[in-house]
């Protein structure tokens, strides 16, 4: 006859023991709270830092176009202003190139008035347009705008036009 391995009966009873530990009951929600409240922080920071990122990225990049933008409209009027023509017909982009000859272009800007100083404005990405405080030779002041495109090879801002 076999018989059957002891297994002891839990005593019964008010503030019995059981025989492994039980898990602890308070604090519970403190500790899950303290939990969620941490994860919460750090996806935030995580999520803030690359927002952080992105904003700077773009501000350098905002900058870095900026700066493209004022040299080539910069080049553009110091070749107009040293009557460099051909200079400055080549640093047209291609859409103007291709409304005017260099002979139409030298002709056209010699009998315009002549730009003698001028300040740059901030560079707008949407409308790929800068404005342009211009003085003109017989002391004249005039608010312009330049037109700029980007060469497609180069990728380089060319100036389409200076005008009202």
């Known amino acids: 006859m076999?018989?059957?391995?002891?297994?002891?009966?839990?005593?019964?009873?008010?503030?019995?023991?059981?025989?492994f530990p039980a898990p602890p009951v308070e604090g519970k929600g403190k500790r899950l709270g303290w939990g969620l409240g941490i994860g919460a922080g750090v996806l935030v920071l995580v999520c803030g830092g690359g927002l952080a990122a992105l904003i700077g990225?773009?501000?350098?990049?905002?900058?870095?176009l900026d700066e493209q933008a004022h040299a080539?409209?910069?080049?553009?009027?110091?070749?107009?202003?040293?009557?460099?023509?051909?200079?400055a017909y080549g640093l047209l982009c291609e859409q103007a190139r291709r409304?005017?000859?260099a002979s139409e272009f030298r002709t056209r800007v010699a009998a315009e008035e002549r730009i003698t100083d001028w300040k740059l404005g901030r560079?707008?990405?949407?409308?790929?347009?800068?404005?342009?405080?211009?003085?003109?030779?017989?002391?004249?002041?005039?608010?312009l705008r330049a037109s700029l495109d980007q060469n497609q090879s180069t990728g380089q801002f060319e100036v389409c036009e200076v005008g009202e």
Do not use: C, K, W
């Open 2 to 19: 076999t018989t059957a391995p002891h297994v002891p009966v839990p005593p019964q009873g008010p503030g019995v023991q059981p025989p």
């Open 123 to 143: 560079f707008s990405t949407v409308s790929m347009t800068m404005p342009v405080t211009a003085t003109l030779e017989d002391g004249q002041v005039e608010q």
């Open 57 to 64: 990225l773009g501000t350098s990049i905002s900058g870095a």
């Open 72 to 87: 080539a409209v910069d080049d553009y009027l110091n070749a107009l202003r040293g009557e460099r023509f051909d200079q």
């Open 99 to 101: 409304r005017e000859t």
